[in-house]
């Protein structure tokens, strides 16, 4: 049942009543929607979905969504004193997807073997990992991470995140045989994270000039980066190593990366809260899920009311799409000139739009996990109401990143 901007204001604004300003909101009849939609084609193609943590950051919500259906498998987490965390909490496999060199993580995943792998794309990973693995008398899993980026002229021309060193079947190969040549670890994955399709909006209202090039970069991007998946997986099995996941995608490309025989997994997180980056991608119909609201508190001027707070901004290259765009009521706009304030957030009224003094105004945080930053507590609401209320990872007192 679709509402109308109008009815949807004033269900979410019932569902808070009460409440002290700013709440966060996950709409979990929102939430629900989502996953379905994420979860067709993995299931569709036989495959796993790993919930990426950065993009949810609230253990119950991570619960929630991992209960909606038997193809997820395992979160994928950022830092390792996260994923000793979500252990902690119950969760049994976790792939840290960034490096660490700090000998206390190591320690710490020497300590979680066989629980939890993390990536690794340098010898010196791998000594590090080594020591501690071997030191506990177990084996850490580490799951190479390759960069699937576009490269033109040697790599003068370069489309895609600059992470890791590992971009061929040959680096690859050379990076698995050290990691079965060192006590203390073993190979357990690979992953091939193609940010340039699955974290790049084309269909922007910010870069509309960038929209067209962006989608040539991702059509060119998928022949080179599914060969070089299907490559790696083979090079693999030639060289006898048995690996037990492949993991790649992201939710702006689940349902492309699906398609591949190499891939075992993909991993999704933001579209499951559909944060409003994720409007600026084609073919990808979720609904928002995430909000926060602030208090209408001042009229400074007819057809400007300015709000208490408001001004969580984005991680990423830095531009307006990163700043929070008003949901509800539908229609107000930031002013260019503030932006979304610290304290005081100025808003253009639309002629029709009533905002009386105290109301709560909704936004989307252009993110789905930073939200999670700012505030202690998710509300979780279903309709006009409040059906749970679970405390985000800052509101465990951890923040991790
Ligand atoms: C390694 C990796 N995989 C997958 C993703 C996709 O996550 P999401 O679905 O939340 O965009 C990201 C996001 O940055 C990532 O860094």
Not at 299 to 317: F, K, L
Not at 371 to 381: D, K, N, S, W
């Amino acid at each position: 049942m679709s509402l109308s901007p109008a009815e949807d204001y004033r269900r979410l604004k019932a569902a808070v009543a009460g409440e002290a300003l700013p709440v966060a909101v996950v709409d979990l009849d929102a939430v629900d929607a989502n996953v379905a939609r994420l979860v067709a084609p993995v299931r569709a193609a036989n495959k796993h979905l790993r919930i990426a943590s950065k993009s949810v950051r609230c253990v119950a919500l991570l619960k929630h969504i991992m209960g909606l259906d038997d193809v997820f498998r395992g979160v994928m987490g950022f830092k390792v004193d996260e994923a000793a965390h979500l252990v902690a909490a119950g969760f049994d496999d976790v792939f840290v997807a960034y490096p660490s060199m700090a000998e206390r993580d190591a320690e710490t995943l020497a300590s979680l073997a066989p629980r939890v792998s993390i990536a690794v794309d340098d010898a010196e990973h791998v000594a590090r990992h080594g020591r501690a693995g071997a030191a506990a008398g177990v084996e850490i899993p580490l799951v190479i991470d390759v960069d699937m980026s576009l490269r033109w002229l040697g790599d003068r021309v370069h489309l895609g995140v600059r992470r890791s060193p590992i971009a061929d079947v040959d680096a690859v190969r050379a990076l698995a045989a050290n990691i079965r040549d060192t006590p203390g670890v073993k190979l357990h994955g690979v992953m091939g994270y193609e940010a340039q399709i699955a974290g790049m909006t084309d269909a922007s209202p910010y870069s509309r000039l960038l929209n067209l090039p962006k989608r040539g970069i991702k059509q060119l991007s998928r022949g080179p980066v599914a060969r070089l998946r299907r490559d790696i997986a083979e090079a693999l099995r030639a060289d006898g190593h048995a690996i037990t996941i492949f993991n790649g995608g992201g939710s702006g490309s689940v349902h492309w990366a699906t398609a591949e025989d190499a891939l075992t997994e993909v991993t999704a997180g933001s579209g499951f809260l559909d944060s409003h980056l994720f409007d600026y991608y084609r073919a990808l119909e979720l609904r928002p899920a995430v909000f926060f609201g602030v208090q209408a508190v001042r009229r400074p001027a007819p057809g400007i009311v300015t709000c208490h707070g408001g001004g969580y901004v984005a991680s990423g290259e830095a531009g307006r799409d990163r700043l929070p765009r008003p949901y509800l009521p539908a229609g107000l706009e930031l002013f260019d000139l503030e932006g979304a304030g610290e304290v005081q957030t100025p808003l253009s009224v639309p002629a029709g739009v009533e905002v009386a003094l105290g109301d709560p105004i909704f936004f989307r945080h252009a993110k789905a996990g930073e939200l999670a930053e700012h505030f202690a507590e998710y509300v979780f609401v279903r309709g006009d109401r409040i059906v749970e209320r679970a405390p985000t990872y800052r509101g465990e007192g951890r923040t991790f990143l």
